[in-house]
């Protein structure tokens, strides 16, 4: 506690309308116990004290509240609880959802997740570039032994298989590997917050399955066409 440092809260009485006087305003001086740091908007916005104290400003009953806050448990249905509430306070409130609360903040993250998306996608791209280059490098080393396979019966498209199967190895164990270690990366910074976004606050990670198939498709349906063009490079002139 600052004792040195006190904070003043004003606010204006309920039911005055048009404020002309300090009369009109409730005050109280307070000591500050501490700083809770979550993001901008709400730092900005809120500061927190006893119940009791904001009934006193506010002009409320004792009884009388004007929100109220519930966490539910991970495995119980949200529209499930939201239904089960309004059945026993009679539907004489409105429920919200953390994500309806801090709406712009959501708008936001999803933003940013679609942004880090499409910049993830021209990585992979970029990269499958090596992928290409790697494949035609092994198909112009392997000219002769191609030539050898052809002369002895085997069709064109089925030395384009061989190619195309390795790009599509090389893609699928590639994809895998690097989702493992995405996750892994997930868990340590779960479990040890070792990148934080300010002093009080962790950067927030979370594991979802569908992020995941959407990751992995990816780079499947991308390594694969990559391989598809590469293979395409094995042609008849290469081979007669």
Do not use: W
Request: net charge neutral; aromatic share 10%; proline share 2%.
């Amino acid at each position: 506690m600052d004792f040195n440092n006190l904070l003043e809260v004003i606010v204006p009485k309920p039911k005055k309308g048009v404020i002309s006087s300090e009369s009109d305003f409730k005050r109280a001086t307070l000591v500050p116990v501490g700083v809770y740091t979550l993001n901008d908007e709400i730092d900005n916005k809120y500061v927190y004290c006893d119940v009791e104290l904001a009934q006193q400003l506010l002009g409320l009953r004792q009884n009388q509240i004007t929100n109220i806050e519930f966490k539910i448990q991970p495995n119980v249905n949200e529209a499930k609880a939201i239904e089960a509430l309004h059945l026993i306070f009679d539907k004489q409130l409105i429920i919200k959802t953390r994500a309806q609360l801090n709406d712009s903040l959501y708008k936001m993250l999803n933003t940013e997740n679609i942004a880090v998306y499409l910049i993830f996608t021209l990585v992979i791209i970029i990269a499958l570039f090596n992928l290409i280059g790697a494949l035609i490098m092994m198909i112009i080393d392997k000219k002769n032994n191609l030539k050898t396979l052809y002369n002895l019966g085997v069709e064109v498209h089925q030395l384009q298989k061989i190619f195309f199967f390795q790009g599509s190895l090389l893609t699928f164990f590639g994809g895998l590997i690097g989702l493992v270690l995405g996750i892994v990366v997930v868990i340590i910074q779960q479990q040890y917050q070792l990148i934080m976004v300010n002093e009080n606050l962790a950067y927030p990670v979370i594991f979802e399955l569908k992020n995941s198939i959407i990751v992995l498709a990816t780079i499947y349906v991308l390594g694969f066409l990559a391989s598809l063009i590469a293979s395409s490079t094995v042609t008849k002139k290469l081979v007669e």
